[in-house]
Structure formats: C-alpha cells, structure tokens
C-alpha cells in the first residue's frame, strides 16, 4: 500500500535532480514520469509534450531544462535520454485543436495523451507547472519550474523540445518564406515581417494575434 507522502523540500542544486522521483520510489509508486511541455508561446505550429520515465539505475546525467542548453547539447541529451530511458511518449497539440480549446487547454489535453502513451502505466506523473491535466491514467504532482528541479521533468523537456524543433524544420521545406527553421514558430520581427507580407499558412494560430507588432 502506498503511504502519503508530502513532497521533499528542494535542496540547493544547480541542476535538475532526482530527489522528486526518489521519493516517490520511497513511497511505493515503481514508475516515475517526467511530464513537459514545449511551445505555448509561438505564432505557428504544435504543442509538443513528451512524457519520459527514467531508470533510477542509469540516469542519464547532463539533463537541464532545455531552456538553458544549446541546441548541439540538446540534441546529444536527446539521443541519451531516448537509449536509456524505460519509456518516452511524445505526442502533439495540432494547430486545429489549439485554436478550438486555446493553448492551455490543448496543451494539458496533450499531457494527459503523452502519459497514456508510455510503454510502461507510471504510478505517479511530476508535471512541470501548477496545472495538472484531468484524464491522467495516474496520481500527479505538479511542480512550479519542475524542469528546473527534476530530472525526470528536465529529460520530458529536452525530448518535447528538439522533437518540435525537427518538426518545425520539416515545415520550412514546404513554407521557406516564413523561415520556420530559424524561428521554429515564434514571433520574432522576422516571422511578423513574413507574416505580413504572405499571410498565415495552415501551421498558423488563428487564435493568436498574428500581424506585426504595433508601435
């Protein structure tokens, strides 16, 4: 039986550590996920989140939130991750249902999906952020900067990250002018300049505020 179990207090690291997962395991709950999502902010394209259940025999050392890694580091971390994880899940919130649900509920909806789609049923899911998505398959923490706290959070980061990153330059091969592979959808002077003259294409928010900034 599982024994009630309040969340550890968070030691001085300056990386992501184990300590969340370790205390679950203490608690009786064998599968740990790591649950992050990357893209709420950008003018196209998807939600990704990746789920990611780490072994505690053969942590993958080196993971950050993908915030604070190079894309080069990010990349390597990723192959790391996927060759020693017990499971990775990553799924997509589409344009379509971004637009129809807005961005926070497709991306909790997404959370929820990315859980559901590990290999291994996880006893309990650390989501990063205070949002925890209904429709888990299992009990779930949410941890304000989770990605900068656990390691289990920090790898789902990394994954979700360079996974989106790839698809979005797969995008660029089809719509150039908007520089997708630069950007990877976010607004910057360059995208607002594209999107001014050639207008969305189909991997644009309608939802979001889409023309150049104003003065």
Sequence with gaps: MKK??????????????????????????????????????????????????????????????????????REHLREIIFAKALSVSIVFASVDEIDAMNIRGAALRAMARAVAGLSLRPHLALIDGRDTPDGLICPARPIVGGDGLSMSIAAASIVAKTMRDALMRNLHRDYPHYGFAEHVGYATAAHRRALALSGPCPYHRRSFRLGPEED
Excluded at 8 to 15: Q, R
Excluded at 45 to 59: C, F, K, N, R
């Design 4 to 73: 009630e179990c309040a969340a550890p207090p968070l030691p001085a690291a300056a990386t992501p550590h184990f300590d969340f997962e370790r205390e679950a395991f203490a608690c009786g709950h064998r599968w740990v996920a790591g649950v992050d999502e990357v893209g709420r902010g950008p003018l196209a394209g998807p939600v990704g989140v990746a789920a990611v259940i780490l072994d505690p025999d053969d942590l993958p050392f080196g993971v950050d939130d993908s915030k604070a890694l190079p894309e080069a580091k």
